[in-house]
Antibody, heavy 118, light 111 residues
Framework: EVQLVESGGGLVQPGGSLRLSCAAS????????MTWVRQAPGKGLEWVANIKQDGSEKYYVDSVKGRFTISRDNAKNSLYLQMNSLRAEDTAVYYCARGRGSYSLDYWGQGTLVTVSS | QSALTQPPSASGSPGQSVTISCTGTSSDVGGYNYVSWYQQHPGKAPKLMIYEVSKRPSGVPDRFSGSKSGNTASLTVSGLQAEDEADYYCSSYAGSNIPYVFGTGTKVTVL
């Protein structure tokens, strides 16, 4: 059974940092693009970043470029999102998701809440 | 890159059909056959319902169908059931630098 389990969310002050993790199991992690998607409270979904199977390609939404870094450790079946210089508008539930191919996301974690507030 | 446009709400009685539109541009929906649809129940993670415009993942009922014409994609839910009440989001590829553009979301209510 495919499972994605996020962790690392919490309350952080503006300008602070957090590192999110996503532990994958039930599939060959190194064979898939992986993606972070966020959802602000009461709002819609927003793609944040994605990373190729070997980590050689990474893409980010404009609003997080230069502040967030996506990475992966295929030996640990883990996906990460390092978030620096956090802003109030980064407050959201962050989901990790598996890229199915054809630019769709077929498995999602349960999400981890990041709250940026003083 | 702007979000794709969906109606805020749609509704139907049990057994009826409801269709949700997703309007983009020639740079996203109209330019590629990479439109997906996701169902999200309150407090839950999204679930993939349709990919590549009209294909259903294993386990998704055939009551769910997708189509596309020009810059607008559509999701139709036939034979509405109570459990179909949820938020629905479309998504489209918009180029390698923007692999996923999501729609604004539609809340489907089963009357």
């Amino acid at each position: 059974e495919v499972q994605l389990v996020e962790s690392g969310g919490g309350l952080v002050q503006p300008g602070g940092s957090l590192r999110l993790s996503c532990a994958a199991s039930g599939f060959t992690f190194s064979n898939y693009w992986m993606t972070w998607v966020r959802q602000a409270p009461g709002k819609g979904l927003e793609w944040v970043a994605n990373i190729k199977q070997d980590g050689s390609e990474k893409y980010y939404v404009d609003s997080v470029k230069g502040r967030f870094t996506i990475s992966r450790d295929n030996a640990k079946n883990s996906l990460y999102l390092q978030m620096n210089s956090l802003r109030a508008e980064d407050t959201a539930v962050y989901y990790c998701a598996r890229g199915r191919g054809s630019y769709s996301l077929d498995y999602w974690g349960q999400g981890t809440l990041v709250t940026v507030s003083s | 890159q702007s979000a794709l446009t969906q109606p805020p709400s749609a509704s139907g009685s049990p057994g009826q059909s409801v269709t949700i539109s997703c309007t983009g541009t020639s740079s996203d929906v109209g330019g590629y056959n990479y439109v997906s649809w996701y169902q999200q129940h309150p407090g839950k993670a999204p679930k993939l319902m349709i990919y590549e415009v009209s294909k259903r993942p294993s386990g998704v009922p055939d009551r769910f169908s997708g189509s596309k014409s020009g810059n607008t994609a559509s999701l139709t839910v036939s034979g509405l059931q109570a459990e179909d009440e949820a938020d629905y989001y479309c998504s489209s590829y918009a180029g390698s630098n923007i692999p996923y553009v999501f729609g604004t979301g539609t809340k489907v209510t089963v009357l």
